[in-house]
């Protein structure tokens, strides 16, 4: 498509490379400057001009402008149809390379995967610097109004950058205009704004603030949210929405709650005692009172005493822990973890021991040396996997064992040599703190940007480089190649196949279903895109007014599906669980699960090892059971479909965690072998937790907790204190 830049002097773009589609807008790289993207709106409105026009009278300080960094990627120009109307259409705004979500770097998995030297101090640079973006927006009158994880970028230097600028809520205190967020995260939207429709709200500051000391803790405790803890009540646990609202942060001092910190989660006392007591004027003070939450200054402040009171730990130089502590906690941690250790040493980076499966934890060792060294410093269940479209044959290439040892060496020296520059750099940026107060410089020297292009590639290398990204999970980097490929050739379907496959793991469904829609124009026959748009209607059928129009639009997809190729299993699966979704709702519950439970049936016939399609079944009768005078029969069918998935595949802990469920409400019911139907109950929950836990799944670990908790005693406290089963299931 075609557009019109004003400004320096008129220009028309012509927009061909898409580099991400959401609700509202598409986002094009700008073929005459690789550092800038256009963002075009599917339907511009009046208002869209006008919050931007008031967005570009008044931009924000940069917290990071020494530095040549993005901290807020505010929009730059206004494009205008290419038409000579006049209308506005969208906007330029800088292109943020080189980053990732924030949830990569909280959380411990992915950050181990990622940026394995991203380092608790790393941690604390990035709260500072978020702190700081926060600030200068606060000062600029702006309210973020959707505070979430993916709205945040992070590098590898701990600097931040705030994208989706646009969806901001922005004062045009000229026109006496408000233009309001009109979207929100429940897991960091205050209990004030709960359950309300954001668009008829106007946000202020201490909205902000509440999802700012969500995602600091969650940068400080290794991801777990301060509301997340073992419910101690009756089953599952109430969503986050509901914690919230009642005020049951897990740490409260001044009154108990129903949860216990998740045993897995960093202990609370390991935090700075200032910060610890920030964490509870947000949460619990400022629960009744949203003027109590501190301020985005205050938590800059408060986290950089922090920073300025770490100490290296004696074992390993790459755990940095705070003074007051006895012992380093990270050494504490890895040996909870079975050796999984949050902060890999350098030696096992090089050696990649970081990258190994846990293992069963040893004999405790001797506890970490009383001496310290000052640290340098400054100022879901049912989760589906697209169906993967590959059709080239990749070679990989051999690897010389030779040459290994000398990688280790060379890796080894390189990291203290990184280490090294940091000091240098650490004392060399200091003085550029007190310039600016929302000024919170990087660790380390940025890293040159990743360059994509190469045009002495074919389409077919940017597909298979692609797929090499996508079976990594860098998934952004995926989108980025399949787009260079499409560029190369925009007839060939599979590249919108397996670019659509990408959004959808970043849950980006409205982008996967255009990739989707795409594939299908080019080759209506392509059964893998009609499956995976059937699975992007699902999913979006809970962002919908009509959720039903959504499940009838997956609904018709499985079917054409499974009219080209009666074999496909997967068609047969997916449409399975939307049935068993809609029969939730409709009033014949029971004639839905019967359609659901028969197309699970075909998928077990057309394929007898497919675990998936056994736990879907079962999971059907358990629901089915509700309905039905013969709930035991049922309930036992349902026990003889977990068991087989769990005979196919026993690494499945979301058919432990459901089959001890059942288990369990069977004892309930008197059934015959109540004993036995209990304590298969409590082994199964003990399994689910346990392969959670490995797997670093927090949710579904604390809600098998939580149902142990309910089987064995009615209440977690006396479980927690002296129950063998805790004891059991701990890494």
Known sequence: MQVLRCFPKPELLDLTVNLG???????????????????????????HAQKLQAMLAKPPENPTA???????AWPR?????????????????PRIRGMRPIMDFYNP??????????NYQYLLRTARNLA?????????????????????????????????????????????????????????????????????????????????AVLIFQLLMEGTHPFSGIFQGVFDPPAYEARIIDGHFTYCRKRQVPYQPTPIAPPWEMLHPSLRDLFVRCFEDGHHNPQLRPSAQTWLSAVAVAEESLVTCAVNPQHFYDNHLQQCPWCERALRLGGRDPFPSLEAIASKEHLQPRRQPKKRHTATPRFRKPATVASTLHHWQPVFSHNFSTSKPRKNSQKSKFYTVMFCLLGFG????????????????????????????????????????????????????????????????????????????????????????????????????QALKINPLEVKALVNRGNAYYMLADYSNDPDQEYKKAINDFNTAISLNSHDTEAYIRRGIVRSQIAKYSINSQQEYQKSIADFTQAIKLNLSKAEAYFQRGLARYQFAQYSSNYAQEYKQAISDFTEAININPNMPKVYLKRGMVYFELSQYGESKVQENHA??????????????????????????SNICVIVSKKCDTMFQSSNILEQIKP
């Open 66 to 72: 020494n530095l040549e960094h993005i901290s807020i």
């Open 680 to 705: 298969q109950a409590i082994e199964d929950l003990e399994k689910s937790a346990q392969m959670y836990l490995e797997q670093e799944d927090m949710d579904n670990y604390q809600q098998a907790l």
């Open 132 to 212: 700081a973006a926060f600030a200068a927006l606060h000062a600029s009158e702006y309210c973020i109004g959707d505070v979430n994880e993916s709205n945040i970028l992070v590098s590898d230097t701990a600097l931040v950058t705030l994208v989706d600028t646009d969806s901001f809520q922005v004062r045009d205190s000229e026109q006496n205009i408000i233009y309001r967020c009109s979207v929100g995260k429940a897991e960091y939207t205050p209990p004030e704004l709960q359950n309300k429709t954001f668009a008829q709200y106007d946000r202020d500051s201490s909205h902000d603030l509440f999802g700012l």
């Open 418 to 517: 990184l280490l090294g520059y940091l000091d240098v750099m650490i004392k060399f940026t200091r003085p550029f703190v007190s310039q600016n107060p929302y000024t919170q410089q990087t660790l380390m020297s940025r890293q040159g940007n990743n360059n994509f292009s190469n045009e002495n590639l074919t389409y077919v290398d940017y597909y298979e480089r692609g797929n090499t990204d996508y079976q990594k999970r860098d998934y952004e980097r995926a989108i980025e190649n399949f787009s260079q490929g499409i560029k190369k050739n925009p007839n060939y379907a599979k590249l919108y196949i397996n670019r659509g496959n990408s959004r959808y793991n970043m849950n980006d469904f409205e982008g996967a279903l255009a990739d989707y829609n």
């Open 21 to 47: 589609r959401g609700g509202e807008a598409c986002v094009y790289a700008v073929p005459s400057d690789e550092n800038l993207v256009a963002k075009i709106y599917h339907k511009p409105v009046v208002t």
């Open 109 to 118: 998995g992915t950050r181990r995967q990622n940026c394995p030297l991203f």
């Open 77 to 93: 120009e206004l494009l205008q149809a290419a038409d000579g109307s006049g209308n506005i259409i969208g906007f330029l705004m």
